[in-house]
């Protein structure tokens, strides 16, 4: 296992970063882009190690029975039928009826912070850390409701 000792450096806008030359790249296997685990060696020292998960963007079909109450003339019941289709009823109940996954891909951690951007378009100014938080499933993790 090789060592390397790097100093913390800060950009102009306050944020800190550590700089990896090739030579680190190289020994270590590490590309752009890898999810790096960093572990408190309680010295004021760290470990960095590449993290073994990956994020999978699973996606899915949620399915629901929704029923409407309509009156309709009696001689043509099937009036109500247009009522429901210009969706100008009213919601009687509904029942989750599950989800169906139709496709699921791995994607690499930009990529997956890219995506959550996109589809989510009104979160962009959270951090990455709280749309990681708030969003994304860890390994392990249960959803909170």
């Not at 009213?90 to 891909?105: D, M, N, V, Y």
């Amino acid at each position: 296992m090789s060592k390397y000792t790097l100093e913390v450096q800060e950009n102009e806008d306050g944020e800190f970063f550590i700089e990896f030359n090739d030579e680190i790249l190289e020994g270590t296997g590490w590309k752009i882009g890898d999810d790096l685990i960093w572990t408190d060696n309680k010295d004021g020292s760290w470990t960095l190690t590449k993290s073994d998960k990956v994020w999978v963007k699973v996606d899915c079909i949620a399915q629901h029975r929704v029923s409407y109450m309509v009156q309709a003339p009696a001689d043509h019941p099937e009036y109500a039928l247009d009522t429901v289709t210009l969706e100008e009823a009213k919601e009687f109940s509904q029942e989750f009826l599950g989800e169906t996954i139709f496709s699921h891909r791995v994607v690499s951690h930009d990529e997956a912070l890219a995506l959550c951007d996109k589809e989510n378009e009104y979160l962009k100014s959270w951090s990455d850390e709280m749309k990681i938080e708030k969003l994304f499933t860890k390994e392990g993790e249960k959803r909170e409701y």
